[in-house]
């Protein structure tokens, strides 16, 4: 991606503060950059912005796909394709999800992008718990409480309710320490 620009970091404190309206005027004022970088940073900042909503705007994630679309027209990356591929979720387009998903794991399987792979066979139809519980599993083992949850979750969707406590207890045990292993990465999700 690139380096984050000065307005970027604020553009991302105030939708932090829920100035959603505020954040969308310096993301636009980024996007008319003639420095790529900064139209890169005012594109995915405008995704983020109509993904989520806050003060002044309303969630629209057919502007926040487009937004994403063209971040990874820009600097195509795992990331990039991940957005998409949590935004086409949302979207209930199953089929477009699965093919970002694949794009962002050519580029690099992190993580985030296993949670991705995880969420989309819980939610897609017909629903896998099978393959969610082992993503969300091997998402757990990389640090990721999201990870934990996700397993917890499709566990009791499944009628596992012993494997859901025990999951729920390991990560009760064991997250001070993947804290402080891991960091702030520990929170990331998809």
């Known amino acids: 991606m690139s380096s984050t620009s000065e307005e970027f970091k604020v553009a991302m404190d105030l939708l932090s503060a829920g100035k959603a309206d505020k954040a969308l ?25 109509y ?26 990356s795992s990331i990039a394709f991940s957005n998409l591929a949590r935004v086409s979720m949302k979207l209930k387009d199953f089929s477009r999800a699965i093919r ?3 794009i962002a794991g050519e580029f690099e399987m992190t993580p985030e992008v296993i949670l991705g792979f995880a969420l989309f066979y819980e939610e897609s139809s017909p ?25 917890s979750r499709v566990a009791r969707k499944l009628g596992e309710w012993g494997r859901a406590l025990a999951v729920d207890c390991i990560r009760v045990l064991l997250g001070p320490v993947i804290a ?9 999700q998809f």
Do not use: H, W
């Open 51 to 76: 993904e989520d909503g806050g003060e002044g705007v309303s969630v629209d994630l057919d502007v926040a796909l487009d937004s994403y679309r063209r971040v990874s027209l820009i600097a195509p």
């Open 180 to 188: 402080l292993l891991v960091g702030r990465k520990s929170q990331f």
């Open 100 to 102: 970002y998903l694949r």
């Open 25 to 49: 005027t310096l993301a636009d004022s980024l996007i008319e950059s003639e420095d790529e970088s900064k139209r890169l940073d005012g594109y995915l900042c405008r995704g983020m912005v």
């Open 127 to 151: 629903f896998d718990g099978a393959a969610a519980k082992r993503l969300y599993l091997r998402a757990a083992l990389n640090g990721r409480f999201a990870g934990f949850f996700g397993y």
